[in-house]
């Protein structure tokens, strides 16, 4: 089973930050950008408490991806844009979330043809652009190798799903391994 929660940063009840949250925040550009990043680790906190304890300790990869040594069944990733945050969690395969902000982009071409993986064609509009984006971003994402496997072919074995991010929203899911039921949550409504 693959969970997503959807989250929206701008209401919602968070708990409050941990020191190193705060210290990282503190660094953001804008105090709407730390409250953003804020609210999406609350949540973040909150949904992996669940399934891993209330003593979370996280770790980093080689290429950045963060994991619970104490719970290393647990796996999950998050993302956030705009005013939209999306977590996945899975206790059976590695797994990749990615959102974007449907936004006006005028060099999405350009952007395409840098980053998209060789053969892929080029996106028809906008839209299109960021449902594929957030497809590539998930599976680089479950592959823990984030932006660094650009470029790089992809395993077979990865399922990626597109997961209703909202009206304004692309949002995608990737997993290692066989079709799974995907389960959608919107955090606080469904608690």
Do not use: C, Q
């Amino acid at each position: 089973m693959i969970y997503v929660w959807r989250v929206d940063l701008t209401t919602g009840s968070f708990p409050p930050p941990t020191a190193a949250e705060s210290a990282r925040a503190a660094r953001f550009a804008t105090p709407e950008l730390a409250r953003r990043y804020l609210a999406a680790h609350g949540a973040l906190r909150t949904i992996l408490e669940r399934f891993a304890g209330d003593r979370l300790m996280f770790a980093v990869g080689e290429k950045g991806k963060p994991y619970l040594p104490h719970a290393p069944e647990v796996k999950f990733n998050l993302s956030h844009s705009h005013e939209r945050a999306l977590i996945a969690v899975s206790r059976e395969t590695e797994v990749g979330v990615d959102i974007e902000y449907k936004r006006t982009m005028v060099d999405y071409l350009a952007v395409a043809e840098h980053f998209f993986p060789p053969g892929e064609p080029a996106p028809r509009n906008e839209t299109d652009f960021f449902r594929r984006w957030t497809r590539i971003e998930a599976l680089l994402k479950a592959r823990g190798v984030g932006l660094y496997g650009i470029g790089e072919p992809a395993d077979d074995g990865w399922t990626v799903e597109e997961v209703d991010a909202g009206p304004l929203y692309a949002g995608a899911v990737a997993w290692s391994g066989a079709s799974l039921p995907v389960r959608i949550h919107d955090f606080g409504a469904d608690e």
